[in-house]
């Protein structure tokens, strides 16, 4: 079992920035590929990024590419948004998950366990 924390949301005006973290519980964190997703209000969860067990790999969402960047910190268990150039339309709670298997790779990530999320609000 994972647990994941969320913590880093809030509110900024379009163009601003915002760094996510996400803390996860667990002694095989470094093991699995891990991602973040969000959901806007009346839409589907939807992926945004996601990054290799080791770090080396990284693979984002159209709509993400260019603005945020996804890094790990494998020693501190932890998984980070770095969201830059924001928009309204990135408004959405964001959530991290667990990859579904170990050494998974990222153009294949299935969510397996969620954090409750951290809501991102930006303002036009």
């Known amino acids: 079992q994972v647990q994941l924390v969320e913590s880093g949301g809030g509110l900024v005006q379009a163009g601003g920035s915002l760094r996510l973290s996400c803390a996860a519980s667990?002694?095989?964190?470094?093991?699995?590929?891990m991602g973040w997703f969000r959901q806007a209000p009346g839409k589907e969860r939807e992926f945004v990024a996601a990054?290799?067990?080791?770090?080396?790999?990284?693979y984002y969402a159209d709509s993400v590419k260019g603005r945020f960047t996804i890094s790990r910190d494998n020693a501190k268990n932890t998984v980070s948004l770095q969201m830059n150039s924001l928009k309204p339309e990135d408004t959405a709670v964001y959530y991290c998950?667990?990859?579904?298997?170990?050494?998974?790779?990222?153009?294949?990530?299935?969510?397996?366990?969620w954090g409750q999320g951290t809501q991102v609000t930006v303002s036009s």
């Open positions: 998950a667990t990859d579904r298997v170990v050494y998974g790779n990222v153009p294949g990530f299935t969510p397996h366990y």
């Open positions: 667990g002694r095989t964190f470094s093991m699995y590929a």
């Open positions: 990054i290799s067990w080791s770090g080396r790999s990284t």
